[in-house]
C-alpha cells in the first residue's frame, strides 16, 4: 500500500495467498470492480456459509450439506471428518481475511498467526487443546 516492507506487509500478503487458495479467486478476478477486493469478498460471506465462497474443487458438492449437519450424535464418520475439514476449511478463510486487512494496525502480527494456525491443525488431526 505504498509503505516500505515490513512484517505487517508480509502477513498481509499470506492472507491475500490465503484467500486466493480457498476461494480460487484472484485479486485481479473480473469480478472485482469498484470497490469490492478478494478480502472485501471473503469477509462479506455469512459466518453460516461461508462454505459458498470455497473453490468448488475443495469440496465436492454434496459433502457440502453432509458436513453442516452431520452433528446430530447419529452421523457417520466421514461425514463427522467433512464437518472438521469445513470447519478448518473456515478457519483458514477467516485467517486470511484478518491477515489481509487494509489497515496494517488491525492485522494480526505473525506469532497470532502461526498460533492460529497451529489450533486449525490440532483440530484437524484431533490433537492438543481442542482435539480428542
Not at 16 to 36: A, C, H, N, Q, Y
Not at 99 to 110: F, G, L, V, Y
Amino acid at each position: 500500500m505504498g509503505n516500505e516492507a515490513s512484517t505487517s506487509g508480509d502477513v498481509y500478503s499470506y492472507g491475500i495467498l490465503l484467500l486466493e487458495m480457498f476461494t480460487g479467486k484472484r485479486p485481479t478476478d473480473g469480478m472485482f470492480t469498484d470497490s469490492l477486493t478478494l478480502h472485501k469478498f471473503a469477509k462479506m460471506a455469512p459466518p453460516e456459509s461461508m462454505e459458498s465462497i470455497f473453490d468448488p474443487t475443495l469440496i465436492p458438492k454434496g459433502q457440502i450439506g453432509e458436513a453442516s449437519t452431520s452433528i446430530s450424535g447419529v452421523g457417520h464418520q466421514s461425514s463427522v471428518n467433512s464437518h472438521k475439514i469445513l470447519e478448518c476449511l473456515i478457519s483458514l478463510l477467516q485467517v486470511g481475511i484478518a491477515c489481509s486487512e487494509e489497515q496494517a494496525k488491525d492485522r494480526p502480527d505473525i506469532n497470532e498467526v502461526v498460533t492460529n494456525l497451529h489450533k486449525i491443525k490440532n483440530i484437524l488431526l484431533g490433537s492438543g487443546a481442542h482435539g480428542g
